[in-house]
């Protein structure tokens, strides 16, 4: 980091002192539930500002401008959904893999959605979309492939394996635009039982 960018963070730092751990959860919830609803292009600060009872000018002071608020909106909620998730089968991660992501589709889909283009014009902002939302999952996706090569159920070189992060991540993305439908737990779980697992040449489908 520059002594410039270094300078620009503390004071970033020292204005968002001002308001508690506590409130910037409240400012963060409303600033994504805004994104899902309306969009990026519709999201404002006066609209976060009259959403959390909050001042223009103190959303401005603490942040700066939107793309700064809704990047630390992302970074602010980021949570742990799939890491966790180690069955000891690679057949078993990726079913409650697949169960996971399908039961948050309904509140992920329209976030990605929403910031998908705004993001491709603004480099911060990708970078943060990719961290928080995008990067955990394929990373945790890849590991369930990786351990269950490494414990002999599908061979190193499959393949198939590369591909399956993609394939999850990007059909619960796709389904509402082809069918106007979430990718939701029971679409992901045939999805994963028709497409996936014969892939990697595993798995019957569940009873």
Same mark, same amino acid.
């Given at each position: 980091?520059?002594?410039?960018?270094?300078?620009?963070?503390?004071?970033?730092?020292?204005?968002?002192?001002?308001?508690?751990?506590?409130?910037?959860?409240?400012?963060?919830?409303?600033?994504?539930?805004?994104?899902?609803?309306?969009?990026?292009?519709?999201?404002?600060?006066?609209?976060? %500002?009259? /959403?959390?009872?909050?001042?223009?000018?103190? @959303?401005?002071?603490?942040?700066?401008?939107? !793309? #700064? *608020?809704?990047? =630390?909106?992302?970074?602010?909620?980021?949570?742990?959904?799939?890491?966790?998730?180690?069955?000891?089968?690679?057949?078993?991660?990726?079913?409650?893999?697949?169960?996971?992501?399908?039961?948050? %589709?309904? /509140?992920?889909?329209?976030?990605?959605?929403? @910031?998908?283009?705004?993001?491709?014009?603004? !480099? #911060? *902002?990708?970078? =943060?979309?990719?961290?928080?939302?995008?990067?955990?999952?394929?990373?945790?996706?890849?590991?369930?492939?990786?351990?269950?090569?490494?414990?002999?159920?599908?061979?190193?070189?499959?393949?198939? %394996?590369?591909?399956?992060?993609?394939?999850?991540?990007?059909?619960?993305?796709?389904?509402?635009?082809?069918?106007?439908?979430?990718?939701?737990?029971?679409?992901?779980?045939?999805?994963?039982?028709?497409?996936?697992?014969?892939?990697?040449?595993?798995?019957?489908?569940?009873?």
């Amino acid at each position: 980091m520059s002594p410039q960018e270094a300078a620009r963070e503390q004071a970033r730092t020292s204005r968002r002192s001002k308001i508690t751990p506590e409130r910037a959860q409240e400012l963060y919830a409303a600033v994504l539930d805004i994104l899902r609803e309306c969009g990026y292009e519709a999201l404002t600060m006066e609209g976060v %500002a009259s /959403r959390t009872r909050c001042g223009k000018s103190t @959303l401005y002071r603490q942040w700066g401008s939107k !793309p #700064e *608020l809704v990047v =630390a909106a992302l970074h602010g909620t980021r949570r742990v959904l799939l890491p966790g998730i180690d069955t000891g089968t690679l057949v078993g991660d990726l079913r409650e893999a697949a169960q996971t992501i399908g039961t948050a %589709a309904r /509140r992920d889909t329209p976030l990605v959605h929403a @910031l998908s283009h705004a993001a491709l014009q603004s !480099p #911060e *902002l990708l970078c =943060a979309l990719r961290e928080t939302l995008i990067a955990p999952e394929i990373a945790a996706i890849d590991a369930m492939v990786r351990r269950g090569a490494e414990r002999g159920e599908i061979p190193a070189d499959t393949p198939a %394996a590369e591909f399956v992060s993609v394939q999850l991540l990007g059909v619960m993305r796709a389904r509402p635009m082809l069918e106007g439908k979430y990718a939701d737990e029971a679409y992901l779980t045939r999805f994963m039982e028709s497409a996936v697992l014969p892939a990697l040449g595993l798995g019957a489908p569940a009873p």
